[in-house]
């Protein structure tokens, strides 16, 4: 806590024409004013530390080491920051241009700590705990397995979420899998869209300002197109049973409808389409996500008490991120891999969904 002198001013937006609404984003973040005071006028006032504000400290602390210590021991930085920010959050040594190439390519999702990551750590917790819960007997006997499994993923679910900054998106994600989990628990997971509603209703409760946030558009616009799309796919009868086709039709389709329900949208804020972002996700998503993402966690839980094993998984995850960094360079290479377009108005966006 600290205690200065100085006059607090509202918060302004410039007067450019479809300028960044500043002021609108403030009030979201209950912030209605600021101010200015110089260093010699700020006085700490010292009070006691509660026990959660000493626990998010030493959490933070955690995050630094792991964070210099992923930096201090990846040769390729720009691999590092990033294999840094899919575990801890920390987003801000990622450079401006590497983020501009991962646009390009459609595949900035991955950057940030989202329902993605979250649910690739929930699957990789929820088979753990489902290999281990099914040698007791009790639990066999009962059909209690699946059940106890998936709420002990929530624990660690959390833990990771609050690890890594538990910025709104994160938590938004937390907030849709636990609707998502307790909706399988309940076996009433045949009903995709009820709980995508239900979720959306659940955060809107917590956090009604959810709704003019882009992560929430994108998450919920990406997840209703990818639903809706596989109704009709299987209505025709035109997904693979099985083998070899399967393993790729499957998430080219996820990502195909992923990036349909997104389009409008990224045209709208970002004014940038990409065309290979089919190609892109389906080699980086499981690269990234089901490889280095596990490898970096395992890394966090070992370099405080085996550093070395922690240097070693890594420098793996450097070898795959520099491949798939060096792989969007060249997809993105070409002059029709993406494009700027001219930005598309609110009206516009829903007559585009509408089509």
């Not at 209950?30 to 000493?54: D, E, F, Q, T």
């Not at 299987?234 to 996820?254: C, D, H, M, Q, Y």
Request: aromatic fraction near 14%.
């Amino acid at each position: 806590r600290v205690q200065f002198t100085g006059p607090i001013k509202p918060i302004r937006n410039f007067s450019n024409p479809n300028g960044f609404d500043y002021e609108r984003q403030m009030k979201f973040a209950g912030i209605g004013g600021s101010s200015y005071a110089g260093a010699g006028k700020i006085r700490v006032i010292p009070h006691p530390m509660a026990v959660h504000v000493k626990i998010m400290r030493r959490l933070e602390q955690l995050r630094n080491q792991f964070f210099n210590f992923t930096m201090n021991k990846m040769e390729d930085k720009q691999a590092g920051a990033v294999i840094a920010a899919l575990v801890t959050g920390k987003k801000e040594a990622i450079p401006l241009k590497l983020k501009d190439l991962f646009s390009k390519a459609g595949t900035s999702h991955l950057l940030a700590i989202s329902g993605l990551h979250l649910s690739i750590v929930a699957m990789g917790f929820y088979f753990i705990f489902y290999m281990v819960l099914a040698w007791v007997p009790l639990l066999l006997m009962t059909g209690s397995v699946k059940k106890a499994a998936g709420i002990l993923t929530l624990i660690p679910l959390l833990l990771y979420g609050i690890f890594s900054g538990f910025s709104p998106s994160t938590q938004r994600a937390f907030i849709m899998i636990c609707v998502f989990m307790i909706a399988f628990l309940s076996e009433r997971e045949n009903t995709p869209l009820n709980t995508l509603a239900l979720a959306a209703v659940v955060i809107l409760l917590v956090d009604p300002c959810a709704l003019f946030s882009i992560s929430f558009q994108l998450s919920f616009g990406a997840l209703v197109f990818i639903i809706i799309g596989f109704l009709l796919v299987r209505i025709r009868g035109w997904t693979p049973k099985s083998g070899v086709k399967s393993f790729f039709i499957l998430p080219a389709l996820v990502t195909f409808f992923a990036g349909v329900g997104t389009f409008p949208l990224i045209a709208h804020y970002f004014n940038l389409v990409s065309f290979v972002q089919i190609v892109s996700n389906l080699l980086l998503v499981p690269l990234v996500g089901f490889v280095c993402l596990p490898l970096g966690l395992l890394a966090f839980c070992c370099f405080l008490i085996w550093p070395g094993l922690a240097e070693v998984m890594l420098l793996v995850s450097q070898s795959i991120l520099s491949f798939c960094i060096t792989y969007i360079q060249f997809l993105t290479g070409f002059k029709f891999s993406w494009t700027r377009i001219v930005g598309i108005g609110e009206i516009e966006v829903v007559i585009v969904y509408l089509f």
